[in-house]
């Protein structure tokens, strides 16, 4: 039986595939992808987000090889990034008892 961690991981796998591939490469998130990722999967930040353009920026600052798509590495630097801001916000800055 999968630790907590593990399904955590295995999730994180699923929740790639079933976005990646639908434009060519099952291996990367096109920008459409990203989008559809970043609107069906976190749509709580991008329906809050005054600019438009915020996603695409994102797409750029994640792309670290400049090749226009997300490899599952670059996917995760933004899944670390949000977990470290939710970690800062839930247990840095709470008050200690």
């Not at 997300?70 to 630097?77: I, M, R, S, Y």
Request: aromatic share 8%.
């Amino acid at each position: 039986m999968p630790t907590e961690t593990e399904r955590c991981i295995e999730s994180l796998l699923a929740v790639f595939q079933r976005y990646a591939g639908r434009e060519g490469d099952n291996c990367t998130l096109s920008k459409r992808e990203f989008l559809a990722f970043m609107n069906t999967e976190l749509a709580a930040f991008t329906k809050n987000q005054k600019d438009p353009g915020v996603v695409d920026r994102m797409m750029k600052k994640l792309d670290l090889n400049s090749d226009g798509q997300l490899d599952f590495p670059e996917f995760l630097n933004l899944i670390g990034g949000i977990a470290v801001a939710c970690h800062d916000t839930l247990v840095v800055n709470s008050p200690r008892p």
